[in-house]
């Protein structure tokens, strides 16, 4: 359970879940004060060329901090849209495991999940 930025409600389930994907994708890693190594690379991929080395290693930095940091959603696939304005969309796709953080790995169903972030700068993501 955590907190709606927006509304100040309470957020549960996969709506928890794709809260917590924003969050880590858009969180830098040591800018956390008392969990240094929480976030991921991709902030800092944002704004580099997107050659081919560098979509490697967005794709590599999604599925790391996901590994490490979100175990309700098993990682299967990342697409990444981007446009010449400098936004880009990122598709997940996987498996929504909603007790995995309690070490129960069975999934709600055999249904896979997408979740769409997109970002328009290092800091500023939304869900697409």
């Known amino acids: ?11 549960t389930g996969w709506a928890h879940v794709v809260q917590s994907l924003q969050t880590l ?15 991921s690379g991709v902030p800092q991929l944002i704004d580099a060329p997107m050659n081919s080395a560098n979509v490697l290693a967005l794709y590599v930095a999604v599925a790391e901090a996901i590994d490490v940091w979100e175990p309700r959603f098993e990682l299967t ?9 400098g936004q880009f969309t990122m598709t997940l796709t996987g498996a929504y495991l909603p007790n ?6 069975s999934t709600v169903s055999d249904d896979t999940r997408t979740v769409k972030v997109q970002a328009t700068g290092a800091d500023v993501w939304s869900t697409a």
């Open 1 to 11: 359970m955590d907190l709606d930025p927006q509304t100040g409600g309470t957020v």
């Open 77 to 85: 696939d990342v697409a990444l849209e981007a446009n010449a304005q």
């Open 25 to 39: 994708m858009r969180t830098r890693l040591n800018t956390r004060v008392f969990r240094r190594e929480f976030g």
């Open 100 to 105: 995995a953080h309690l070490g129960d790995m």
